[in-house]
């Protein structure tokens, strides 16, 4: 399995640590432990203290950012694909608390994974909070609160840790990225089919049937608040 850097002596500066991270916003950054200093355990502790999700990246903690709209889509798409890995007996989808250890010092946790079974030989979930397990498929929804630079990490980041798939779903445009490599990608609008490749050969979804329970004025706020100058 391909190694991650190694992780940093000691703390790093807050405008490194979102240079690093792909300049997102401060408030996801957690400042205890000092950014450079956390470990897999302060991923474990939060989540068990706070009940919140946070990746860990480069000795940072960085939390996950995700509001009801994408939540939604991710377990509506979650109920597709985990139907047919079932009904074909491919290997098991995860949700938003699928915490992986992607490569050593690197936590990712995607909005939605597929693990086939040539990773788990056993046929069976693993038993570890964070198991050292890298999907066949991530895909993340993407929220206002995400960067072009923090997406480009982490395409990165999966295909060399040995992701084979990634799905980028964006709510407000209503359309889909496939990436097979970080820089080979199919946009999908709401009018097409998305499928498995030759991932999951035979998975068909027409998009329209997952965005099918999303607001028609969604579009319509967000470009009106972009264009207020508002957040």
């Given amino acids: ?30 400042m205890n ?42 377990v509506r798409l979650g109920r ?18 699928g915490t992986m250890r992607l490569m050593p010092g690197l936590v990712r946790i995607p909005d939605l994974s597929f693990v086939g079974w040539d990773r788990l030989p056993r046929h069976e979930c693993p038993t570890e909070p964070i198991p050292d397990l890298v999907p066949h498929l991530a895909v993340e929804v993407l929220s206002e609160g ?13 295909f060399l840790a040995g992701v084979v798939l990634v799905w980028f779903v964006y709510p407000e445009t209503r359309r889909v990225e496939v990436y097979t490599a970080p820089d080979q990608f199919t946009r999908l609008q709401e009018t097409d089919t998305l499928d ?24 319509v706020r967000r470009r009106g608040k972009r264009g207020n100058g508002k957040a």
């Fill in 33 to 74: 432990p000092a950014p450079g200093t956390a470990t897999e355990r302060d991923v474990l502790a939060i989540h068990q203290r706070e009940d919140r999700l946070v990746e860990l990246v480069d000795g940072i903690l960085v939390e996950k950012v995700m509001g009801f709209e994408e939540g939604h889509l991710a």
């Fill in 80 to 97: 597709f694909l985990n139907a047919f890995a079932e009904d074909n007996d491919l290997g098991i989808v995860s949700g938003a608390d």
């Fill in 1 to 30: 399995m391909p190694r991650a850097k190694s992780l940093p002596s000691k703390s790093v500066s807050l405008a490194d640590a979102l240079e690093r991270l792909g300049n997102i916003s401060p408030q996801r950054i957690r």
């Fill in 196 to 219: 498995g490749g030759s991932l999951l050969p035979g998975f068909q979804l027409q998009l329209k049937q997952l965005f099918v329970r999303l607001s028609k004025q969604s579009r």
């Fill in 146 to 158: 995400n960067t072009p630079a923090e997406m480009r990490r982490k395409l990165k980041e999966y």
